[in-house]
């Protein structure tokens, strides 16, 4: 498959899905007109990815600034996906990204860590 | 399949409802509970949307006004910047941190006058371009100015080639402290003056200011003065005046202070009695003392190096000059020597 790689917006996030080493990255801030339209096709890109994997190992990293609740919504299903594909032979690390003086960023970092059990989830504060 | 964001909650919808269809629930009261679970379930995911939709809209607005914001501040701290070349920088920083109020509210202090002008700066300027008196009188409050900040005085105003600073308000570092640091900024002035003169004589000018200070410490009224819609951060009473006295009778080049000021800088400042004046506003006679050895430093390392004869003229200013500006010198100097002696 593909690589995807999407540079960031004042409202999308620059996106690298790189699916022949099996790392993929979000980061910048996200509240796009239509979630839809912005995710969707990458979302079932990644899914469908996901489900032919046999093993290995996924990194996903996330270095959000700012998401609207639709993009949660986005974000809490590829959770649901990651959490899927961990409990299978796949080995898949979550690394959540947030500045160190930014508490928002941060408690939804630990919320979606919550959910996670068959994937490892690693809060990392961001290098200033 | 196409994506959708809740396509999660779509399939439960589905598969409720092929249970409800398939007849899967044969139990008449088991299936009318099943239908409304569903409905109410239906009726949940509706608002969600609705609540998720909401929240977008908001979120977007919130985050415009965020930006909006972000820009106005911008622009206010750079009109706040300009703003401060105004006022000094203790009472910008008063006023825009909202330790003090804007209105017309003055205090009895005792402060540490400081007044400043230019000897003769009329006939010595009347035959300047106005391009060149504005670049002189801008490099001489310049650099003053810079002096004072440094001393932690607070700038009053400038009155032409006049200088008002005050020590004590709204930054005090105590009476005695305030005034010493004020009779030290005064020397520093006039140490800087000679600097100057021989960077302005360079420049081509050949009448090149001559400083008169006068110091004075005594309680004045220091506040905001004017109307309510036009007011100044500044100081009124007697001392002020006497300050402006001393400074009338002041030596050029020199410092003179009042008695009140000697007994407060009197262990670290020598300086020598002068007759006593009388001055308006004020029943006793006033002590005046000129501060001395200002250019010499006696006790200290002389910073200056300097002598002016016809034909010649040099200055050194040893503070400024590290090792290798110093051996540069030297070797200049004795190339000079050699020029001087082959003549």
Known sequence: MDSIKIEGTDRSPEIEFDFTNNKFSIRGESYPEDVTAFYGEMIEKLESHFSSMDDGEIEFNFELIYFNSSTAKVLMGLFDTLEETAEGAVTVTVNWYYDEEDDTMEELGEEFAEDLEAATFHMKTLET | ?343
């Not at chain 2, 977008?56 to 009109?79: H, I, M, P, T, Y």
């Not at chain 2, 930054?171 to 640091?181: H, M, W």
């Not at chain 2, 080049?253 to 308006?280: C, F, W």
Request: aromatic letters at 8%; proline letters at 3%.
């Open chain 2, 1 to 343: 399949m196409s994506f959708d964001l809740f396509k999660a909650e779509t399939e439960i919808i589905d598969n409720a409802k092929a249970v409800i269809d398939n007849n899967k629930t044969t139990k008449p009261a088991l299936k009318e509970e099943f239908s409304a679970l569903l409905k109410n379930y239906q009726k949940l995911f509706k608002d969600s949307r609705r609540l998720v939709r909401m929240s977008d809209r908001n979120e977007a607005q919130l985050s415009q006004v965020a930006k909006s914001l972000d820009e106005k501040s911008k622009v206010l701290g750079a009109l706040s910047e300009k703003l401060s070349k105004y006022l000094s920088p203790q009472v910008y920083e008063m006023i825009f941190s909202g330790e003090r109020d804007g209105g017309l509210v003055t205090e009895r202090k005792k402060l540490t006058v400081f007044f400043s002008d230019i000897k003769d700066f009329t006939a010595t300027t009347e035959d300047l371009q106005p391009e060149d008196l504005t670049f002189l009188l801008n490099d001489y409050l310049t650099k003053m100015s810079e002096i004072a900040l440094r001393h932690g005085g607070t700038i009053d105003k400038y009155i032409g080639d006049a200088v008002v600073i005050f020590f004590g308000d709204p930054v005090s570092r105590g009476i005695q402290d305030d005034a010493l640091a004020c009779v030290k900024m005064g020397i520093e002035m006039q140490r800087r003056m000679v600097d100057l003169r021989a960077k302005w004589l360079d420049l081509g000018y050949e009448r090149p200011f001559h400083m008169r200070i006068g110091i004075n410490t005594g309680y004045c009224n220091v506040g905001n003065f004017g109307s309510d819609d036009r007011m100044d951060y500044t100081i009124i009473g007697g001392e002020v005046n006497l300050a402006a006295r001393l400074e009338g009778i002041c030596e050029p080049d020199g410092v003179t202070i009042s008695n009140e000021t000697y007994m407060q800088v009197r262990d670290h400042v020598p300086a020598d009695p002068l007759e006593p004046i009388r001055v308006k506003g004020i029943a006793r006679d006033v002590r005046p003392f000129s501060v001395r050895s200002i250019l010499d430093e006696t006790g200290r390392k002389k910073r200056f190096i300097r002598k002016e004869a016809e034909g010649m003229r040099y200055f050194f200013d040893l503070e400024r000059m590290d090792t290798k500006r110093r051996k540069r010198a030297a070797k200049e100097l004795e190339r000079i020597v050699t020029t001087l002696r082959d003549e």
